[in-house]
């Protein structure tokens, strides 16, 4: 590989590394409560929460201001890798789908955030098999088995396999390939039709704006396959049963016994979450590249 393509590379690997760390560690509560909300049932489950105020105050009188933190060992353990490979497979597959275009339309912008989602997903499964196990159990944080632990009870278990350490790969694939494809397609061709500013705060704040959105709609497209993925990797209603097995049979199981709106649980901590944490990630990584190009 020459040596520009190696050093090009690995800036895009180390801004996207930085990128996923400062989102997660920013936004990991709120992921936890989405979670939880998507796993809950119907009105007869009795663990369910009544709101969002309702699940922050259960959480913090039952398990613990530290349980906001339960999984985060696995995210971060994979956000660095996550991350580094989501930006910097875009960038490749962005140089492969431009099809003799000498500068990225909104075709090549769509497919890259598909191919970049889609290799994100196959990295990051194992470390969402082991986080959503974490945020589901309702024990204190101090009494609660290790990421490490957990993920060694897994694989000896059910394996490595599609009921084991990658469970849920097919919605997982699906969460992130949905995501990432609206994500990059919208914040590269918004910001492209929207004049940049000289002033450096406005111009942050343009950014910032443009990614908040793509962050909030690519959430809101892609929750049928995040609540799928939950159930499949999250506790099944009855021990000893699997009921949610596959992605598109979990979300006609939900939709049939639940209504069409169940698809759609968490979707606000998710949106409080993704909407300026997409923000933030894009901001971070186009800052980081930018320092990065300059001083390395």
């Keep these: 590989m020459p040596e520009n393509i190696a050093k090009q590379a690995a800036q895009q690997l180390a801004a996207g590394g930085l990128a996923g760390m400062v989102e997660v560690s920013l936004m990991h509560p709120l992921d936890l409560v989405k979670t939880r909300f998507q796993v809950q049932r119907g009105p007869d489950d009795p663990n369910r929460y009544k709101s969002l105020a309702d699940c922050f105050r259960r959480i913090y009188a039952t398990e613990g201001i530290i349980s906001f933190y339960k999984g985060i060992l696995p995210p971060i353990m994979a956000e660095t890798p996550k991350r580094a490979v989501k930006f910097f497979t875009f960038e490749q597959y962005k140089k492969m789908f431009l099809f003799g275009s000498p500068t990225p339309t909104w075709v090549t912008f769509t497919l890259a955030g598909l191919g970049a989602g889609l290799t994100e997903a196959i990295v990051i499964n194992p470390f969402e098999v082991v986080k959503v196990k974490l945020q589901t159990e309702r024990q204190a944080f101090t009494t609660q088995k290790s990421a490490f632990a957990t993920a060694r009870d897994i694989v000896r278990e059910k394996g490595l396999g599609l009921q084991g350490l990658n469970k849920g790969l097919t919605a997982t694939l699906g969460r992130h390939g949905v995501f990432n494809c609206v994500y990059f397609s919208f914040y590269h061709n918004v910001k492209g039709w929207i004049p940049s500013v000289e002033d450096p705060t406005l111009e942050f704040l343009r950014k910032f704006t443009i990614g908040l959105i793509a962050g909030t ?80």
Excluded at 260 to 273: D, Q, S
Aim: proline share 8%.
């Design 217 to 296: 709609l690519s959430s809101i497209v892609n929750i049928p396959f995040d609540v799928a993925k939950s159930r499949i990797q999250g506790p099944q209603p009855v021990p000893g049963q699997i009921k949610y097995r596959t992605c598109f049979k979990t979300i006609a199981i939900v939709y049939r016994e639940e209504g069409f709106f169940a698809l759609y649980k968490g979707l606000v901590p998710k949106i409080m979450r993704l909407g300026p944490g997409g923000a933030i990630m894009l901001l971070v990584f186009e800052y980081a590249y930018d320092w990065l190009q300059k001083y390395t």
